[in-house]
């Protein structure tokens, strides 16, 4: 583990194989898929082309609380958890290079499961270098979101199950969006519960070193192409 730790802290990324066993992982395929039949229970991201997210999901929440301490051994930080979110992609979709919001200040995404002809690379801009990560199922890269540009090209294959864990540092200046804001971790219900997951003080960073694509996603998960959202104030 102090091999991952040091690339962490040198490079703003590592790879971990295997948290999670094949059949688990299988497993929380198959749960993410038939969520499918939920209406409702996915909202389209059609801004990826082709993808479905759902926040807080009860099962993404479960793994961002059990691999709190396994993220804090693979970065030598002390970690709060911070939100997940659970993510189905489908023929095309693509994940625009872009950076997350300041206060997801590390994250992780755990490969679940495909069904294409092969890994799906996700894709780091680190040590000055374009890098191609392939995530067999079970497999997942931690990085520093908000810092370490990511992005995905075109999918070719017919699904592919993700799912994002997201934590504050502890010890940082965003340790008070501990939860995203939220009274607890576990799913979310918008007509009862509140989120707070920005500040003006993220807004416009000087470290931002990609501006998402004008009708890319916002990095900030407000849903919002970017340009109609903090395009305004970056």
């Known amino acids: 583990m102090s091999d991952a730790v040091d690339q962490f802290q040198q490079s703003g990324y590592t790879v971990l194989r295997h948290v ?16 499918q039949q939920a209406p409702g229970y996915y909202q389209a991201e059609d801004m990826f082309r ?13 793994l961002l609380l059990e691999l709190t301490p396994l993220m ?6 002390k970690l709060l958890p911070c939100y997940s979110y659970l ?5 095309g979709a693509v994940l625009p290079k872009h950076l997350d919001r300041p206060s997801c200040e590390v994250s992780a995404s755990l490969a679940l499961g495909f069904r294409a002809p092969s890994l799906w690379p996700l894709c ?16 997942m890269l931690i990085y520093r979101g908000a810092d370490v540009p990511h992005w995905r090209d075109a999918f070719n294959g017919e ?28 799913p979310f219900d918008k007509a009862t519960m509140q989120r707070r997951f920005q ?10 070193m990609v501006a998402p694509p004008p009708d890319a996603p916002c990095p900030c998960g407000s849903g919002k192409p970017f340009k109609d959202c903090h395009a305004k104030k970056a």
């Open 20 to 35: 999670v066993s094949p059949q688990s992982a299988q497993l929380m395929t198959t749960y993410a898929l038939l969520q």
């Open 159 to 186: 699904w592919c199950v993700q799912t994002f864990l997201h934590y504050v540092d502890a010890d940082g200046a965003y340790a008070d969006f501990k939860f995203d804001g939220r009274e607890r971790i576990g």
């Open 87 to 91: 993510r189905l992609y489908g023929p």
């Open 199 to 208: 500040r003006e003080a993220s807004y416009g960073r000087d470290d931002a």
């Open 50 to 62: 082709a993808a479905m997210g759902r926040y807080a999901d009860a099962m993404s929440e479960t």
């Open 72 to 77: 804090e051994q693979a970065t030598g930080l």
């Open 124 to 139: 780091v801009h680190a040590d000055g270098q374009d890098k191609a990560l392939g995530l067999a199922p079970g497999d």
